[in-house]
């Protein structure tokens, strides 16, 4: 089973600022299999990446995801507002697995 | 619009069986792979299950295999979560979630229900 960790653990930015949240793989990963997704307080989770680097649909443009191979980053250009909660990798390939996490916060 | 709605959770004693619905509605069900993803309180996501668009092909985490099934019925629009022999550990809230491809698995969960509680409790 491919672990992933995430890094840092909890990022304390402000509005306007820039966010980099990696995601490592414990072996390699097909970047067509690597999503992140964005999760509030008492919601489900929200698809923002797939295939390491393509927005899914409504996704500003202000997040981004690049990466191959273990190594996997979600950025986020400018953070608005809305844009604290926790986000988490989660790769496919034979199972899925989801990383444990970054909370972006004030 | 594209909605997915879980029913079927509850309160259940260990050993126990219980069965999970999600009704789609808003797209066409059938192209789809469908999965199962749980969350236990203050933790985040883990994947429980997967089911292929036709329902020929399941996968399951290994904390579930042989307890849950995960099943379809494209004539009806639903999925099913099949949970026997109850854990405490199986307590979370219990998503149901839409593969992004169509006609091939990509793990990319695009639609998402709003989740039912299962509560593993003696």
Known sequence: ?106 | QVQLVESGGGVVQPGRSLRLSCAASGFTFSPYGMHWVRQAPGKGPEWVAIISNDGSVENYAESVKGRFTISRDNSKNRLYLQMDSLRADDTAVYYCAKDRGRGVVTAAKDVWGQGTAVIVSS
């Open chain 1, 1 to 106: 089973e491919i672990v992933l960790t995430q890094s840092p653990g909890t990022l304390s930015l402000s509005p306007g600022e820039r966010a980099t949240v990696s995601c490592r793989a414990s072996q390699t990963v097909s970047s067509r299999y690597v999503a992140w997704y964005q999760q509030k307080p008492g919601q489900a989770p929200r698809l923002l990446i797939y295939g390491a680097s393509s927005r899914a649909a409504g996704i500003p443009d202000r997040f981004s995801g690049s990466g191959s191979g273990t190594d996997f980053t979600l950025t986020i250009s400018r953070l608005e507002s809305e844009d604290f909660a926790v986000y988490y990798c989660q790769q496919y390939g034979p199972s899925v697995s989801f990383g444990p996490g970054t909370k972006v916060d004030v």
